[in-house]
T-cell receptor, first 114, second 114 residues
Framework: AQSVTQPDIHITVSEGASLELRCNYSYGATPYLFWYVQSPGQGLQLLLKYFSGDTLVQGIKGFEAEFKRSQSSFNLRKPSVHWSDAAEYFCAVAIRDNTDKLIFGTGTRLQVFP | DGGITQSPKYLFRKEGQNVTLSCEQNLNHDAMYWYRQDPGQGLRLIYYSQIVNDFQKGDIAEGYSVSREKKESFPLTVTSAQKNPTAFYLC?????????????FGEGSWLTVV
């Protein structure tokens, strides 16, 4: 069955430090992968997505993610974190069944210290 | 502005009552979705609709009902059969039901059973 695992429930970093959020997926075919960000009590905003081609994907707000098929991973990175990046981050995989249904990970909450 | 509007933002329900959450989009999207979010569990799909007058159950449809009479509207009714309805509910839409499309989310509705 398809699944997404985000092994880190909570991560704390200092402002200006680099960030990597982990995401592993289980899916039989080539996946479509997404990263979303959610501020408290708000909806989700798309950061970036991978469909095919270049395995390093650039997104909004200075984020990037790298698709590694051999490791079934799609980790999110940012070289220098800003206090406004504090939020919850969700990795998701799209089921390729002619719908846009997404399977979400359980999320990683990012806390940023000044 | 184009987007997805959910109402109400906060809703309290007494046990045994049905409540309806509204979701309206002016993005001219064909597909619409309802997700439920609980702390530590990520998002889970309740119902989705790929076209007007058609909808399918998601992973946790029991105790919920939907309708899709208009393209722009996809209301969710939480019935008294839903045993644990307190949660954050997110409505979403995508341009058409082809795998890998970006899904856009509303701002969410908090439902609390009192």
């Amino acid at each position: 069955a398809q699944s997404v695992t985000q092994p880190d429930i909570h991560i704390t970093v200092s402002e200006g430090a680099s960030l990597e959020l982990r995401c592993n997926y289980s899916y039989g075919a080539t996946p479509y992968l997404f990263w979303y960000v959610q501020s408290p009590g708000q909806g989700l905003q798309l950061l970036l997505k991978y469909f095919s081609g270049d395995t390093l994907v650039q997104g909004i707000k200075g984020f990037e993610a790298e698709f590694k098929r051999s490791q079934s991973s799609f980790n999110l990175r940012k070289p220098s974190v800003h206090w406004s990046d504090a939020a919850e981050y969700f990795c998701a995989v799209a089921i390729r069944d002619n719908t846009d249904k997404l399977i979400f990970g359980t999320g990683t909450r990012l806390q940023v210290f000044p | 502005d184009g987007g997805i509007t959910q109402s109400p933002k906060y809703l309290f329900r007494k046990e045994g009552q049905n409540v309806t959450l509204s979701c309206e989009q002016n993005l001219n999207h064909d597909a619409m979705y309802w997700y439920r979010q609980d702390p530590g569990q990520g998002l889970r799909l309740i119902y989705y609709s790929q076209i007007v007058n058609d909808f399918q159950k998601g992973d946790i449809a029991e105790g919920y009902s939907v309708s899709r009479e208009k393209k722009e509207s996809f209301p969710l009714t939480v019935t008294s059969a839903q045993k644990n309805p307190t949660a954050f509910y997110l409505c979403a839409s995508s341009s058409r039901a082809i795998s890998g499309n970006t899904i856009y989310f509303g701002e969410g509705s908090w439902l609390t059973v009192v």
